[in-house]
Structure formats: structure tokens, C-alpha cells
């Protein structure tokens, strides 16, 4: 199978990016413990795996499924947050994503993480699209890369649930 679309950023490129934001991420946390890494499924999937694996052992983690697209274009409602209950009081928590678009998935995992009682909440994504947001939407803590407005797939990314197993990112034409 031809990849569709052109190389936006090769898997090198996402290695030595995730070195540096593991860097910069476990000094953040050196003296901030319990942690717990929350993955926003399914995009997330390889960014969190490889992430995680250069933090520091003692913390904890947890995939959630969340949602809000369908084909190339926002719905504009999150599902899947509901089920989350637990609660986080004394503890660190960071949230990881594939990519930070219009910002409202980030934003109402936020909201809801901060009604659970986390002590702080901190927000990592692979990639953030340069785009007008509004002012409410505050950006992620860490980047690993700014985009342009395109939609993209691979390493996780996916066009109705396709593509994701890609090593690069990639652009659609
Ligand atoms: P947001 O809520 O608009 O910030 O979008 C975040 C979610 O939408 C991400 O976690 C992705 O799952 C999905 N998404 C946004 N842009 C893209 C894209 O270009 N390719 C694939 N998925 C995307
Ligand atoms: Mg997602």
C-alpha cells in the first residue's frame, strides 16, 4: 500500500523530539509526585508509549477513550468523559494527546479532571495546529511540533480510524 498524502514529519524526527519533551517533562515532575499520565485514546497511542517510557517508573497511567471527530471535521461535542470518576485529590496529573486543533478536547478533559481534584493538571500533545482559538482555550504545557492548518494522519493519527499505524506524520492532499 502507497502511504496517502506526503511525509509532514518523519519518524526520526518525532524520536528525537519526544527525547527532548521527556527532558523537559521529567524535570518538571522531579519533585512533583504522585503523578498520573492520563492517554486520550486512541491518537495518542504511540506518542504516550514512547513517551512514558522515558519518564521515571513511578508513576501511573490510564488510557481514556475519548472522542470528538468524525472524518476530517470536529463534531464539536467530547464523549466519552463521563465514566471517569475517581478521584485525583493530591495528586499530579498529566494529560497527554495526539493533537491540539480547535483545543475543546483538552479543554473539557480539563474542566472534568479539575471537578475529580487533581492538586495540578498539565497538558502535553504531539501536535498543535496553528490556528485562531478563542482566548478561553489555554495552550498545551508542552508541543512537540506546530503544524499548519492540514489535516494529518500517522504515528496514532487516523481518517476514520485509518492510517494510524504510519511511523511518520503525514499530510493529506
Ligand atoms: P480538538 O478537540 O479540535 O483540539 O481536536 C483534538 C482531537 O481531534 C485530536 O485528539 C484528534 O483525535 C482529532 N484531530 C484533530 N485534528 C486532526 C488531524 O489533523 N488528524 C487526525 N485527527 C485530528
Ligand atoms: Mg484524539
Avoid at 515532575?29 to 504522585?34: D, G, I, K
Avoid at 486512541?42 to 481514556?64: Q, V, Y
Avoid at 492548518?149 to 511511523?167: I, S
Wanted: aromatic content about 8%; charged content about 30%.
Amino acid at each position: 500500500m502507497t502511504p496517502p498524502g506526503r511525509t509532514l514529519i518523519s519518524s526520526r524526527r518525532i524520536k528525537r523530539r519526544i527525547r527532548e519533551l521527556a527532558e523537559e517533562i521529567r524535570v518538571h515532575y522531579r519533585h512533583r509526585e504522585p503523578l498520573t499520565v492520563i492517554a486520550i485514546m486512541h491518537g495518542s497511542l504511540f506518542f504516550f508509549a514512547d513517551l512514558i517510557r522515558l519518564l521515571p517508573a513511578k508513576l501511573e497511567i490510564e488510557c481514556w477513550n475519548i472522542s470528538s471527530y468524525k472524518g476530517k471535521t470536529s463534531t464539536g461535542t467530547v464523549q466519552g468523559l463521563q465514566s471517569h470518576k475517581r478521584s485525583y485529590r493530591g495528586r499530579y496529573v498529566l494529560l497527554v494527546d495526539d493533537i491540539f486543533d480547535t483545543g475543546l478536547t483538552l479543554d473539557s478533559v480539563i474542566r472534568h479532571v479539575k471537578t475529580l481534584h487533581a492538586k495540578e493538571i498539565r497538558t502535553c500533545v504531539l501536535l498543535s495546529k496553528k490556528v485562531d482559538r478563542s482566548k478561553e482555550i489555554v495552550p498545551p504545557d508542552w508541543v512537540g511540533f506546530e503544524i499548519p492548518n492540514r489535516f494529518v494522519v500517522g504515528y496514532g493519527l487516523d481518517l476514520d480510524q485509518h492510517y494510524r499505524p504510519l511511523p511518520m506524520i503525514r499530510v493529506l492532499d
